[in-house]
């Protein structure tokens, strides 16, 4: 009887550590980079990654994706006038309010960082032409179509915008250092996950009449 009553206070007493072990909250996981898989880091590895710094890349990276973004709304802008498909003015809708967000957050993290917060019009300057941007005659072209016309011309340079918009985050995770620090990191990996989802859903919509 005694041996059964020792057993069971030392069962007792090992319940705890053992939970403790294996207590989920002891394990963050960290999203991994586009096309790479989440993993479970310690929290101490969590506090150091929270002190990673910002490089140059990544500041290069909100400064472009601002002008990136800038003519993306301007692209939007020439829909209400050019369309009767109503499932193209909510397209407009939907990127023109994401992108202004988004645009607003990055001029916030660059203020944060005593950094350069380009201007609206910057993208229409030749250093401010950032991958899959439209150019000047493109969006003249697009300004001057209707209808379907437009409806096929808007999807078609959207993709390609987009299309840049993804080159411009692989470039950034390639970049040995960037990529790394916490806002930037989920910013990026956001940017590709949502601007992909947007292609296929404009590929779609180019089938439709």
């Not at 472009?64 to 829909?79: R, V």
């Not at 150019?135 to 409806?151: I, V």
């Not at 080159?167 to 992909?196: C, H, W, Y």
């Amino acid at each position: 009887m005694k041996r059964a009553v020792v057993l069971l206070a030392l069962a007792v007493a090992a319940g705890p550590a053992c939970r403790s072990a294996a207590d989920p909250g002891s394990t963050i996981i960290q999203p991994g980079a586009p096309g790479q898989a989440n993993r479970a880091i310690s929290r101490e590895a969590a506090t150091d990654l929270s002190k990673v710094q910002a490089t140059p890349a990544d500041v290069k990276f909100m400064q472009g994706m601002i002008g990136h973004h800038a003519q993306a709304i301007e692209m939007t802008a020439l829909i209400p006038d050019r369309t009767a498909r109503d499932d193209m003015k909510l397209l407009g809708q939907r990127i023109a309010v994401s992108q202004a967000d988004e645009m607003e957050m990055m001029r916030t993290w660059l203020r944060a960082r005593g950094q350069e917060v380009p201007s609206e019009h910057a993208h229409h300057t030749h250093e401010g032409f950032m991958p899959g941007m439209l150019t000047a005659e493109q969006m003249t072209e697009l300004a001057a179509a209707k209808g379907p016309a437009f409806d096929e011309l808007f999807l078609k340079g959207m993709i390609q915008h987009h299309a840049g918009a993804l080159t411009m985050v692989d470039e950034l995770f390639k970049t040995p250092g960037a990529g790394q620090e916490g806002d930037i990191n989920a910013f990026a990996a956001d940017v590709d996950s949502d601007q992909r989802m947007e292609i296929d859903r404009m590929r779609a919509m180019l089938g439709r009449k």
